[in-house]
């Protein structure tokens, strides 16, 4: 007499198969992120721009012209807050066959305190300390500190 296996032996023999398809398939697949320098982005605003933001002489007439409208408006137009995304890696995924790449997009910041007068007090630009991590606290953290006002 020949046994037979069931059909539970086959169905675990069965998913036993796809499991180690399953993780082979893992093997030959990643990802990988390389790093590069900020570039490319919409609404970035230029390193000499934002030097060009004097205390106790730029108005914020002259903010709103050189860079327009800001992402947000706080304290009643005391604090301008700016903010673009520049790319700062990329992320190559790829599969037994086929690969695929992303661009990684990283917020930058722009904050700009105004005297009563309506003139810059201080400005702060903030880039990714690192690429995963956001730097919008830091700013916040700016704005509550008390700064030297240039009018006495």
Request: charged share 20%; aromatic share 10%; hydrophobic share 40%.
């Amino acid at each position: 007499m020949i046994k037979t296996k069931s059909r539970r032996s086959n169905a675990m023999v069965m998913l036993g198969g796809m499991a180690l398809l399953a993780l082979m398939g893992l093997g030959l697949s990643g990802c990988l992120i390389i790093p590069t320098p900020p570039h490319g982005g919409v609404g970035v605003i230029p390193e000499e721009t934002i030097g060009s933001f004097e205390p106790s002489t730029t108005t914020r007439a002259d903010v709103l012209l050189r860079v327009g409208v800001p992402a947000k408006r706080l304290q009643g137009d005391r604090f301008f807050v700016y903010e673009w995304k520049r790319i700062h890696a990329f992320l190559i995924v790829w599969f037994v066959v086929d690969g695929v790449g992303q661009e990684i997009y990283r917020p930058h910041y722009l904050g700009l305190e105004f005297t009563p007068k309506g003139r810059v007090k201080r400005v702060k630009a903030l880039g990714p300390s690192f690429v995963f991590f956001d730097q919008y606290s830091k700013l916040e953290e700016w704005m509550a500190e008390e700064g030297e006002s240039p009018d006495p």
